[in-house]
């Protein structure tokens, strides 16, 4: 099974007619891929009714991957935090994504570490303890720091991994120095995650105004040749056995939807049970 999906359901206007309301729009998504990324959580642990309103919308076989909350991987300082422990942090997380965990519809908590995290001992055990607390999750871990895959750690790291059951997020972004980590086409569980955020070198270093770095960062169109490598890449994969997820986070100019859709026909997937759709915006061509 290769499933390929967007980050976030609500910006990719190419996959909704211009009349669906704004709680309508996961539905429409759910009808062009069965998989799809949540990234508001890293910045607020959505309410139970929420989660359990997109278990409703979407089909019985469409799985999500929640992003792990700003503080819990250290993003948010303590200062800033809204809760009063680290204990009831995790607690709120892990009771909001149970209706979906229930619903077999959770494929991963997405766990992505700033770029200031390293590869050292304290963090692994951190990693460690974050295992134990969601126990009930499957975690798949991002990085963003060069330590970890330098050449006399990298094996050390896929090992950690492995031995903790956790899925290693192969990344493909710029190489911008030691806040990115290069793209290591390596599995430590029966689960793959490819994580593709563009290759837009200037806009990863230059994001210019705090407030819409976003739409810089993620600045970027990929060619069929690059398409085609990630297709090889999710192939090699599959022979293996294993169950292989891709997202597109490209989409400053929404740019993810047409370069998923067209990784889908690179790989000539099809799938059943979708949605079904009002409105085929792609036409017959996809």
């Avoid at 499957?138 to 050449?151: G, I, M, S």
């Avoid at 806009?203 to 970027?220: A, S, T």
Wanted: glycine share 4%; hydrophobic share 40%.
């Amino acid at each position: 099974m290769i499933r390929i999906g967007l980050t976030g359901f609500t910006d990719h206007p190419l996959l909704v007619s211009s009349a669906t309301k704004a709680s309508d729009k996961l539905f429409d998504y759910s009808g062009h891929f069965p998989i799809v990324e949540i990234d508001s959580s890293f910045y607020a642990i959505p309410q139970q009714q929420t989660v359990e309103k997109w278990v409703a919308q979407t089909p019985k076989n469409f799985q999500f991957v929640v992003k792990a909350y700003q503080a819990m991987t250290g993003h948010q300082k303590r200062e800033d935090w809204t809760f009063s422990s680290i204990e009831e942090i995790y607690q709120t997380f892990e009771e909001c994504l149970m209706p979906m965990q229930q619903a077999n519809k959770l494929y991963a908590v997405l766990v992505q570490f700033p770029p200031w995290y390293d590869a050292t001992e304290k963090n692994k055990q951190y990693i460690k303890k974050m295992n134990q607390r969601l126990a009930h999750f499957q975690l798949a871990v991002e990085f963003r720091n060069q330590t970890w895959f330098a050449p006399q750690q990298s094996e050390a790291t896929l090992q950690f991994l492995a031995t903790q059951n956790i899925i290693h997020v192969i990344c493909d972004e710029p190489q911008a120095g030691i806040g990115t980590v290069p793209f290591v086409a390596e599995a430590t569980t029966s689960k793959v995650m490819l994580r593709l955020h563009g290759r837009n070198l200037h806009g990863w270093r230059n994001v210019g105004n705090k407030e819409h770095w976003r739409k810089v960062r993620f600045l970027y169109n990929y060619n069929d040749q690059e398409l085609q490598q990630f297709a090889t890449v999710c192939q090699q994969f599959e022979q293996q056995g294993k169950d292989v997820v891709v997202t597109f986070n490209n989409n400053s100019a929404h740019d993810a939807a047409p370069n998923a859709k067209r990784l889908q026909q690179l790989l000539d997937v099809k799938y059943d049970g979708l949605a079904p759709r009002q409105l085929d915006i792609f036409g017959g061509e996809w």
